[in-house]
């Protein structure tokens, strides 16, 4: 029976059960499974035969799938990251016994989860008094204060910019930088507040623009998770361990996000977006792009659930190794 998770609503639900369907006795790998939103929609299509893999990083959201989902005999779950997960001892003795021919299914549902963004202990949210943590796997890795005593406001500014698309990044970094300096930086609120010293949320608030820090926040979450970091190469794998017909499904929330899932998926169809006319080698076909401008929220979801107004989803195909690519509309 469905137990809706009010903390985080699935997005694209609709689109992806149309566009990654599972076949009788299907396996199916969940990257980012979160609070098994999808993984609960996704199995309740399926046939008792089906197995299917949720892999997430944080050892929280994995309890609540577990409390949600853990009852499904067809459901197995791991602890670790989607850029990593490919070496694990566990996840390689499942791809041996369970699906040896390859997934008819992969999901990628990338980002934060509601869960994350609203818990204020995590240290996501510029809404809430918490600490400046942000990690997903909050037992590894630096936190967002000690990512950031170690910044010069060069770097900083490099993040700011090519991770949140921040405008005002350098005056941004300098009152960041200089609010630790002087030991005032200590938690989300402070941060939010060095940022409203350079771009002041009443006039962002007058202009009916979003709040000012957002882009702060994005650029360091994406820089102290790494998030950006090995994306290009967890799609190709996830692609590559397809069986032919099968469909690998990336639902992207930003822009930066999304140009690495589009340019991936389009050179893994063989499709060459580089400088001059042709590729300097041949691109291997691997995959049939799908709706090749990727499918967006309906107004219906996105006026539901705000979140769904930006996240957009792209889909692969696999194909057999020796076919060639071609777009359906
Ligand atoms: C948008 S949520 C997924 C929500 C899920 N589809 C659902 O319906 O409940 C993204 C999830 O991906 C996880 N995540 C983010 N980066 C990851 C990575 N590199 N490897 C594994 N999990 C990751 C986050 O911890 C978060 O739980």
């Known amino acids: 029976m469905a137990t809706p998770d009010p903390l985080h609503v699935p997005v694209l639900l609709q689109e992806v059960l149309d566009n990654l369907p599972v076949p009788a006795a299907g396996r199916v790998l969940d990257l980012t499974l979160g609070l098994g939103g999808h993984a609960e929609a996704i199995l309740a299509r399926c046939d008792a035969g089906t197995r299917y893999?949720?892999?997430?990083?944080?050892?929280?959201?994995?309890?609540?799938?577990?409390?949600?989902?853990?009852?499904d005999a067809r459901l197995a779950i791991l602890g670790g990251t989607y850029e990593d997960i490919w070496d694990d001892a566990g996840f390689q003795g499942w791809m041996r016994t369970e699906a040896p021919d390859g997934l008819d299914?992969?999901?990628?549902?990338?980002?934060?989860?509601?869960?994350?963004?609203k818990d204020p202990d995590r240290g996501f949210s510029f809404q809430a008094e918490g600490p400046l943590d942000?990690?997903?796997?909050?037992?590894?890795?630096?936190?967002?204060?000690?990512?950031l005593s170690e910044q010069t406001d060069a770097t900083l500014a490099d993040a700011l910019y090519g991770y949140g698309e921040e405008r005002a990044s350098r005056p941004i970094a300098r009152a960041i930088l200089r609010s630790l300096q002087a030991g005032t930086l200590n938690t989300t609120l402070d941060l939010a507040a060095a940022v409203y010293t350079v771009l002041p949320r009443e006039i962002a608030r007058r202009k009916k623009q979003i709040d000012p820090a957002t882009r702060t926040f994005q650029a360091i979450r994406i820089a102290v998770n790494g998030e950006l970091d090995r994306l290009a190469r967890a799609i190709t794998q996830a692609a590559l361990s397809l069986k032919p017909g099968g469909r690998l499904g990336v639902i992207s929330f930003h822009s930066l996000e999304d140009r690495i899932a589009k340019q991936t998926l389009r050179r893994l169809a063989g499709i060459y977006d580089g400088p001059g006319r042709s590729a300097p080698e041949p691109l291997p076909r691997k995959l049939r792009l799908i709706h090749a401008g990727g499918l967006k929220a309906s107004e219906a979801e996105a006026g539901a659930n705000p979140p769904s107004r930006s996240a957009r989803l792209r889909i692969g195909e696999r194909l057999e190794d020796i076919q060639s690519s071609r777009t359906t509309p």
């Open 105 to 117: 299914a992969v999901l990628m549902d990338l980002g934060v989860s509601s869960l994350q963004l």
């Open 134 to 147: 942000m990690r997903m796997d909050p037992e590894a890795g630096v936190t967002a204060l000690e990512w």
């Open 53 to 71: 893999l949720g892999v997430d990083r944080d050892p929280r959201a994995r309890a609540r799938a577990e409390a949600r989902l853990g009852h």
